[in-house]
């Protein structure tokens, strides 16, 4: 052992007395022994408490802090990961609820999770971004060329070198991808599955929406761009800077690769690689839970609620299978979802109890492109969490508001 060293307490919080002021969460050091330590405070020294994140330098000794540094806001801020550079800067990622992050780029839809550059000579902010949730938080490495590796929960993993992070520089970068209804950034996909592609600078400055062209189909290239999944061109909804909605094409074979690419104003973009999965079903959400339409065709909501036994009409993608061809609009009733095997809808009562419902029909959306899902089932009081299962995969919980 080199040495054991102590880190003050910070000021007592007199609200949260049995509240553990300093939480060291990642550490790393320099060629010449110095330590960086990060991790999360909750002092009443901190304008920005209950939860800022924190990082700082320690001498070889241990004997004293050099610098310490990372103003995030005035939201709870936690770091997750450090790392250093060749050139002696400090990488530190983690996650955030702060708006006024000091920020240098950003993730213009959200402030999930940050990344930072701290220049450890002057103990400045080098680089700072709000990114989407699980991108850079999970972990941070840096090989010996300088190329910095980050990773998210779910595995994403981006790599750049110095001066070129996200949106350091003009260039489009793509951080991954998700089920258009709902989930979270993956590397997977379905055959027919809605997803969203995010990133930055990856469409026209100005949003475009797609529209069914006379013969009753998307187009394969908007605002200047195209995407290709596995060779083959998906049909897009909407193209931004920000986001892209595209249709995945249905005549990928689950359980294969597939690569992604983005090709802007005709230059193509890095390949996104990507895995093919037999289905990712999701139903369509906002805040109060499933879009849903009563049964008398009005909105669902926590104020105007189903009646206890009437049936209501909600929409899903990513079942891994549909009938027509890709980007075509549907114009009829069609229950393919039952030549896929199992379609159905639960009811979960508790955590380990769930009910198949009462659903009249999946299938089609008339109106709607190749892709996406309706549902119509019967709703009662006594469920109000429901989830859509497809061969024994599951979306995530969504709620329907029920009279009592």
Not at 212 to 232: E, K, S
Not at 381 to 391: K, P, Q, R
Request: with cysteine; net charge negative; charged share 5%.
């Amino acid at each position: 052992m080199t040495y054991l060293t102590f880190l003050s307490a910070g000021k007592p919080n007199p609200e949260e007395p049995n509240l553990s002021l300093y939480s060291v969460v990642a550490m790393a050091a320099d060629a010449e022994g110095n330590a960086y330590v990060a991790g999360t405070a909750s002092d009443t020294g901190y304008p920005s408490a209950p939860f800022v994140a924190f990082a700082l330098k320690l001498d070889p000794t241990g004997s004293a802090i050099v610098w310490t540094n990372l103003p995030t806001g005035t939201g709870p801020s936690r770091v997750q990961a450090i790392a250093i550079d060749p050139a002696g800067d400090v990488w530190v990622s983690g996650t955030t609820q702060t708006a006024n992050f000091v920020n240098a780029t950003g993730w213009p839809n959200g402030n999930d999770e940050f990344l930072a550059e701290i220049d450890p000579s002057v103990a400045t902010l080098a680089y700072s971004a709000l990114l989407p949730v699980n991108t850079v938080a999970a972990a941070l490495a840096v090989d010996p060329s300088g190329t910095v590796h980050a990773a998210g929960a779910n595995g994403l993993v981006s790599a750049f070198r110095e001066g070129s992070a996200p949106g350091q520089t003009s260039a489009p970068w793509m951080f991954g991808f998700a089920n258009a209804a709902r989930g979270n950034l993956t590397g997977r996909l379905a055959p027919g599955e809605l997803i969203s592609l995010y990133g930055l600078n990856l469409g026209p400055a100005t949003p475009v929406v797609a529209t069914f062209d006379a013969a009753g189909f998307l187009p394969a290239t908007l605002g200047g761009v195209q995407v290709t999944i596995g060779g083959i061109a998906a049909p897009l909804l909407f193209v931004s800077p920000a986001q892209v909605n595209l249709v995945v094409p249905v005549e990928l074979s689950a359980g294969s690769p597939a690569n992604l690419q983005v090709t802007l104003n005709n230059t193509p973009l890095s390949v996104f690689r990507a895995v093919t999965d037999s289905a990712a079903p999701q139903v369509f959400q906002d805040s109060y839970g499933a879009v849903a339409i009563n049964q008398d065709g009005t909105l669902n909501s926590p104020s105007n609620p189903a009646p206890n036994g009437s049936y209501v009409s909600i929409w899903a993608t990513g079942t891994g299978y549909f009938q027509g061809n890709d980007g075509q609009m549907q114009t009829g009733a069609n229950t393919y979802c039952a030549s896929i095997g199992e379609c159905q809808i639960l009811a979960q009562s508790t955590p380990f109890t769930a009910t198949p419902v009462n659903a009249t029909y999946i299938g089609a959306a008339p109106g709607t492109v190749n892709g996406v899902v309706q549902i119509n089932f019967q709703v009662t009081g006594g469920y109000n969490t429901y989830y859509f299962s497809v061969n024994g995969i599951n979306s995530d919980l969504f709620g329907i508001s029920v009279a009592q």
